[in-house]
């Protein structure tokens, strides 16, 4: 009976990441439909089922080092392979050989940043991530599309932004700029009541335009590495932009309790 039990695997996290898996190869098959609305939406429900994954395992106490690598799999679909396939049917497909490049661009970064993180846990500063999240580069190239569906454009006519856009988010995922990974935030302490207001609000502007606020967020978002990471250094050298992380860059090198990395590796991709 101890070696079955020890044999299993938890349900209720891994069900989370398999939905988010399901989210991600929906995507591709909404888009390979032309459904490209629904492809773009289904890579931010993706994103939510991996917000929940972690936390849910964390909170029961069903943390495993197979729901951690099954989650990096499902994460190479949902935020790799789909936004990906979902950007080439849209507005890339039109280019040639240039749009299946751009494509295939975003999937090397996609695969290369989780498998330097996947190296890196335990040693990393949990305040930074290193190079544009997974998950945030897939929000950047879903959230074109889906303005893109939102106002009528067709994406054919404006694959040249298109691929410089999927081609830019592959690149900042295998780069060495600084992302404030917002972990430091106690969500579990008090806040004052306008706070609630203010969450309140920012609801409601999502909600009026979410494709819009959601790409205008997370292209932002996507800048602020570079201005991060540039502000904080005297002179700018290779090592900043791209390549091997200076071992001494005290806010790469910090490292983590056993908690923090098994957070981390459920939460950073």
Aim: net charge negative; aromatic share 12%.
């Amino acid at each position: 009976m101890t070696d079955q039990k020890r044999r299993g695997i938890y349900l209720l996290p891994n069900l989370l990441t398999t939905a988010g898996l399901f989210s991600g190869f929906f995507a591709v098959v909404s888009s390979m439909n032309g459904r490209f609305e629904a492809a773009a939406i289904a890579i931010f429900v993706a994103m939510i089922f991996d917000g929940l994954d972690g936390r849910v395992a964390r909170m029961t106490n069903t943390q495993s080092e197979f729901g951690a690598e099954y989650d990096s799999m499902a994460d190479m679909v949902s935020f790799g392979v789909a936004p990906a396939l979902v950007a080439y049917n849209w507005g890339l497909s039109g280019l040639g050989k240039i749009g299946w490049l751009a494509a295939f661009i975003y999937v090397a970064g996609a695969a290369l940043r989780l498998a330097r993180f996947n190296t890196q846990v335990g040693i990393a500063d949990n305040r930074f991530f290193q190079g544009l999240a997974s998950p945030a580069a897939a929000a950047l190239v879903a959230g074109l599309i889906w303005v893109g569906v939102e106002y009528d454009v067709n994406g054919d006519d404006y694959g040249i932004i298109v691929a410089l856009i999927t081609g830019l988010a592959g690149l900042l995922m295998v780069s060495n700029f600084k992302y404030n990974s917002f972990k430091e935030i106690n969500l579990s302490g008090k806040v004052p009541f306008v706070a609630l207001l203010l969450i309140m609000l920012v609801f409601v502007v999502v909600a009026t335009e979410p494709a819009l606020v959601l790409f205008i967020v997370f292209a932002l978002y996507a800048l602020a590495g570079p201005i991060n990471t540039f502000r904080t250094v005297d002179k700018v050298k290779l090592e900043h932009v791209v390549g091997d992380a200076d071992e001494n860059d005290a806010d790469f090198s910090k490292g983590a309790t056993n908690a923090e990395e098994t957070e981390a590796k459920d939460d950073i991709k």
